[in-house]
């Protein structure tokens, strides 16, 4: 079981804000950056969010990420249909001395 | 930039396999490419990671004595072997590439992909 829990899934309509928790503890989201990826179906996943809150080149201004306390956020606004994927967190932990991933949130737009 | 990983492959418990992952377009011994796995319909999990320039490895506490990761810079690509599969490794198996700034910046580059069917 992963040290990061979201919520299973999430949905929205064409054009509405949907935003996505991740939520863990004091030795890994508490101290560190947090990395989101974005995974369509039956592919690779991809880099969607970096440091937190950075996008990296070719990701849409609507993906943003932001952090607090030892719980982080991915928000979508003006979802798309092609933003249907699964959406994971993930981070270094300092106590288990690996990098962790969440637990998968699928988004589905309605 | 890229990682191209090798094909499928179809095996029995207790068999031995050793997949690839090429690295192109960037300096190969520079950055740390790391291994992820994702069992069938499940999430993504962190296995270990390879320095190329000095084949350092670091393995997930999960992973430790259960796969070795490892790397040939003269060739430009790291592996991930098993000495005795089991059916729990079947999944499917990502190469990623760290940001040279760290888990930070985090995976900024994957593999396609290889996927590892064990059964008997």
């Known amino acids: 079981q992963s040290v990061l829990t979201q919520p299973p899934s999430t949905s929205g309509t064409p054009g509405q804000r949907v935003t996505i928790s991740c939520s863990g503890s004091s030795s890994n989201i508490g101290s560190n950056s947090v990395n989101w990826y974005q995974q369509l179906p039956r592919t690779a996943p991809k880099l969607l969010i970096y440091n937190t809150h950075e996008r990296p080149s070719g990701v849409p201004d609507r993906f943003s990420g932001s952090k607090s306390g030892t719980s982080a956020s991915l928000a979508i606004s003006g979802l798309q249909s092609e933003d249907e994927a699964d959406y994971y967190c993930a981070t270094w932990d300092g106590s288990l001395n690996a990098y962790v991933f969440g637990t998968a949130t699928k988004v589905t737009v309605l | 930039v890229q990682l191209v990983q090798s094909g499928a492959e179809v095996k029995k418990p207790g068999d031995s396999l050793k997949i690839s992952c090429k690295g192109s377009?960037?300096?190969?011994?520079?950055?740390?490419i790391g291994w992820v796995r994702q069992m069938p319909g499940k999430g993504l999990e962190w296995m270990g990671i390879?320095?190329?320039?000095?084949?350092?490895?670091r393995y997930s506490p999960s992973f430790q004595g259960q796969v070795t990761i490892s790397a040939d810079k003269s060739i430009g690509t790291a592996y991930l072997q098993w000495s005795s599969l089991k059916a729990s490794d079947t999944g499917i198996y990502y190469c990623?590439?760290?940001?040279?700034?760290?888990?930070?910046?985090?995976?900024?580059?994957w593999g396609q992909g290889t996927t590892v069917s064990v059964s008997s």
């Open positions: 377009g960037y300096s190969f011994s520079n950055y740390w």
């Open positions: 990623v590439r760290r940001s040279d700034y760290g888990f930070h910046y985090g995976l900024d580059v």
């Open positions: 390879v320095y190329p320039g000095d084949s350092e490895n």
